[in-house]
């Protein structure tokens, strides 16, 4: 227990019954969510499964300001230097927050590379097949095209491998606590 709260001496008695949950329908329910997920995947087909992509954001606060996550959506600047229409953008799978803002240089080029990445693995299906318009696919293209079932341009997380090396006589004599 910790402060000046109330003890909890809770008589639970009148009409029990009726607020015990109960999780008999767990194994339906998994069941239920999983059939929801490929209706979905089939209703946004050949759309990625994931969802639009997201821009790279660094996480709130000194705490967590080292992670790096993805965020809502690309801010208008991003947009902008990646050479997209900020509704065209939102037509082909790229989440847009105009609420967003840019505080930092190397976050703005990291998303705007992101995007030119999209941009360039992007399959665009006409909307009309008789009259394919510039920067469409073509009927190869379309055929080839598939459903992404992974996630959708994933963060790289790994670290590069360090260098092992032999320690030297310099370093076994250097004195830290001194030279300070």
């Known amino acids: 227990m910790k402060r000046n709260g109330v003890i909890p001496n809770v008589?639970?008695?009148?009409?029990w019954k009726k607020w015990v949950r109960t999780y008999f329908d767990q194994?339906?329910?998994?069941?239920?969510?999983?059939?929801?997920?490929?209706?979905?995947?089939?209703?946004?087909?050949?759309?990625?499964?994931?969802?639009?992509?997201?821009?790279?954001v660094r996480c709130?606060?000194?705490?967590?300001?080292?992670?790096?996550?993805?965020?809502?959506?690309?801010?208008?600047?991003?947009l902008a230097n990646a050479g997209i229409n900020r509704r065209w953008a939102l037509t082909v799978g790229i989440s847009v927050d105009h609420r967003r803002k840019n505080r930092n240089v190397e976050a703005l080029q990291q998303n705007v590379q992101?995007?030119?990445?999209?941009?360039?693995?992007?399959?665009?299906?006409?909307?009309?097949?008789?009259?394919?318009?510039?920067?469409?696919?073509?009927e190869e293209e379309i055929k080839l095209a598939q459903q992404l079932i992974t996630p959708l341009m994933p963060i790289d997380k790994?670290?590069?491998?360090?260098?092992?090396?032999?320690?030297?006589?310099?370093?076994?004599?250097?004195?830290?606590?001194?030279?300070l």
């Open 27 to 56: 194994p339906m329910a998994k069941k239920r969510r999983a059939t929801k997920r490929a209706e979905k995947a089939r209703r946004i087909a050949p759309s990625p499964v994931a969802g639009p992509v997201r821009p790279i």
């Open 158 to 179: 790994s670290v590069p491998p360090m260098e092992v090396r032999t320690v030297t006589e310099d370093e076994k004599k250097f004195q830290a606590y001194i030279t």
């Open 11 to 15: 008589h639970l008695r009148k009409n």
């Open 60 to 78: 709130p606060n000194n705490r967590n300001n080292h992670r790096e996550r993805l965020g809502r959506g690309f801010t208008l600047d991003e």
């Open 114 to 138: 992101r995007l030119k990445e999209y941009r360039s693995k992007l399959i665009l299906f006409p909307r009309k097949a008789s009259k394919p318009k510039e920067g469409d696919a073509s």
